[in-house]
């Protein structure tokens, strides 16, 4: 027996970044192989070479499919599953109305296992092979996440949510303290474990107390290899709250670096109303932005400023930051991101998209040598997209004359029955 599976398709590959190198960082093989073996990307080339140079391998014959790497979506909240496209709500009141009482319903360890579960299932189903989520303040949520992940042997990013102000309602708060020694307790566990990352986790500065910003920044300086990720610049009326709770913060951002939660390690999600001082520290340090588009249109928070930000150089990742997004797919995450620096005045490529769904949210993520490329000794988290996967998008695919024109059509309409096979970690996992 042998577990080389040579996966046959066209591939899609990036040498670097195509917002700084121009569509030359993608490299298309349109007669492409990609080798898995031991759980990773043992090779990739032409399939004539490599079915030459590794004639051991089981063939999985792909056609005119698309092999890329697995999405990485940088940003979500997996116990908002159940409250996903709620209705007619702007983010304060969305939180109050939805999120929150859904939230205390992660008490119930059990109800967390299943909603795990069922979360990592559907977003798998759409391409989805790492995310980065948000859990909620009960520390079993963040273990029932972990173990979900870990028995699909997904690659991810959790943490505790942490909220201690008395802005989060009864029986949705824990104290500085709590907020500290469960995360501490979580990392101990679960940090580095397979593939288990740990992200200290303070929602966002209206929801935490000096108290405990300060010692979550302490945790963070004690695990400077962790991730911190946390929420920025949403809505104006968020901001005018974080104006009216920290007085002597020099903007949002201050909130944070105040109490050492600014640095290279930190994402920081929406990032929509930056001002000039935030933008600098930003770049200064190389935090990573996410771009949470789908979101940002559902609960009316504004348009990413994706051109000017990755002009000043900034670390971009891309998010459904689901359920205050719309959707669990990428794909659709794409599409919307497309939409919305159109209505700012810039056409990303389609290569700069599938960019932002792969390299450029697992730079964001620090694991760029790990995950979101095809290269050699990366991790084998691999799909094949279908790019006629409905009627629809066949007849506007069938008039494309190169890859990119063939792609845009299932970017724009495409859905989970463009994901026609996921791999995780060398193995097929849908
Ligand atoms: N800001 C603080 N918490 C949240 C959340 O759960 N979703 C979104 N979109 N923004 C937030
Ligand atoms: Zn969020």
Sequence with gaps: MTDQTLLLGRVLRFTGDPFAQGIEAAQIEESGAVLLSGGKIANHGTAAEMRVAHPQARVVDHGGKLIVAGFVDAHVHYPQTGIIASWGKQLIDWLNTYTFPEEMRFHDPAYAAEIAGLYLDTVLSRGTTTVASYCTIHPASVTAFFQAAEAR???????????????????????????????????????????????????????????????????????????????????????????????????YLDTYEAHGLLGSNGLYGHAIHLE???????????????????????????????????????????????????????????????????????????????????????????????????????????????????????????????????????????????????????????
Aim: glycine content about 10%; aromatic content about 6%.
């Design 153 to 251: 042997n997904m690659r991810v990013v959790a943490g505790k949510t942490c909220m201690d102000r008395d802005t989060a309602p009864d029986g949705l708060r824990d104290t500085a303290q709590s907020a500290y020694d469960d995360s501490r307790a979580l990392i101990g566990t679960w940090h580095g474990r397979g593939r288990a990352t740990c992200a200290i986790t303070p929602r966002f500065s209206p929801t935490s107390t000096e108290a405990q910003l300060e010692a979550l920044g302490s945790l963070w300086a004690e695990h400077p290899d962790c991730l911190m990720q946390t929420h920025l610049s949403e809505q104006k009326p968020e901001i005018e709250w974080v104006r009216g709770l920290y007085p002597n913060a020099r903007d």
């Design 276 to 430: 000039p001082r935030e933008r600098d520290r930003l770049a200064e340090v190389g935090a990573a932005l996410i771009h949470c588009p789908t979101s940002n249109t559902f609960i009316g928070s504004g348009l990413f400023d994706m051109a000017g930000l990755m002009a000043e150089g900034q670390r971009i990742g891309l998010a459904t930051d689901t359920g205050g997004g719309s959707s669990f797919s990428m794909l659709r995450t794409m599409a919307a991101a497309y939409e919305v620096a159109q209505l700012r005045g810039t056409a990303l490529h389609p290569a700069q998209l599938i960019w932002l769904a792969t390299a450029g949210s697992a730079r964001a993520l620090r694991m760029g040598d790990k995950i979101g490329n095809i290269s050699k000794g990366m991790e084998g988290d691999v799909i094949v997209l279908d790019l006629q996967s409905t009627p629809a998008i066949a007849q506007r695919a069938n008039r494309a004359t190169n890859l990119w024109e063939a792609l845009f059509p299932t970017i724009m309409m495409g859905d989970d029955r463009a994901v026609a096979a996921v791999y995780v970690a060398g193995r097929q996992a849908v």
